[in-house]
């Protein structure tokens, strides 16, 4: 596939002529069969009429030119009554706004996508607010979600809000995967927050609790110790030690 920029100012070659025909100045799209209907050919020389080559005309479409069998592919718009009759509607992809069927608007189109064997377009890059709300850069919306062509409205279905596909040098996450992408990082942002609050409070309650024991732990030290006096049992009167008394007191001598 490639954008249908690409195609401007390429060169066609006649393959039997071996010569070169003409550049492309443009394609012509048929927005009801969501296709290139024509490529618009510019030719050397004054007051050429304004000359086209049916897409099905087109024998290849190479990376550097485009090749057709031979010269008289390229025909003027008199013969292509069809042709003439697209290009005086002047339906441009570029520049449309894209808008969903429910009202939603999801950005300014800017290029379509073309199949280069059958002309057939497969979707197209947009950018707005839409997508700048979600992600930077660019989005594909597949052609199968476009419903209307017109010339300043591109009509998708519903469905596209959740199929549009991120562009980022190529097709790559769908809107959805974008989606619960970013809902999964803000539940796990709000998650280790929580963790991180929690953490916090009771590193706090252990200072506090540390502090705490540290200030009783110094009062106590500060505090003189005063040992409670011991009781004192008293002594029985037996117990009580007899005052020293001469023996001669005790053991009076026999008066014979």
């Known amino acids: 596939m490639r954008k249908s920029k690409q195609f401007t ?3 066609v070659i006649s393959l039997e002529e071996g010569q070169q025909i003409g550049i ?5 799209i048929n927005p009801g069969l969501k296709r290139v209907a024509a490529l618009i050919i510019e030719q050397k020389g004054w007051f050429n ?3 086209f080559i049916p897409y099905s005309n087109v024998h290849s479409v190479g990376e550097d030119v485009v090749t057709v069998k ?3 592919m390229i025909q003027k718009g008199g013969n292509l009554p069809e042709i003439i009759s697209l290009t005086k509607n002047k339906v441009k992809v570029s520049g449309a706004r894209i808008v969903t069927e429910s009202g939603t608007l999801l950005g ?3 290029d379509y996508y073309v199949n280069l064997a059958s002309g057939e377009m497969i979707g197209m890059e947009f950018s707005g607010s839409f997508i700048n709300g979600l992600f930077s850069g660019k989005a594909f919306l ?4 476009v419903l209307t ?12 809000l959740n199929e549009v596909v991120k562009l980022d040098g190529g097709l790559q996450e769908k809107l959805r995967g974008v989606k619960d992408s970013t809902n999964n990082l803000l539940e796990s942002t709000i998650q280790k927050t929580r963790e991180l609050s929690s953490n916090v409070n009771n590193s706090i309650t252990k200072i506090k609790r540390n502090k705490k024991q540290n200030e009783e732990n110094s009062s106590t030290v500060d505090k003189p110790t005063v040992k409670p006096k011991e009781p004192v049992e008293p002594v029985a009167p037996d117990d009580q030690e ?10 009076p001598p026999d008066k014979d």
């Open 9 to 11: 100012s390429m060169p």
């Open 24 to 28: 492309i100045k443009g394609l012509v």
């Open 49 to 51: 009429d304004q000359k």
């Open 70 to 72: 031979h010269g008289t």
């Open 108 to 110: 300014e189109a800017d």
């Open 142 to 145: 597949d052609i199968n979600h």
């Open 149 to 160: 062509i017109g010339k300043d409205m591109i009509v998708c279905s519903d469905q596209a």
């Open 242 to 251: 007899k005052p020293n008394r001469p023996a001669e007191l005790d053991n």
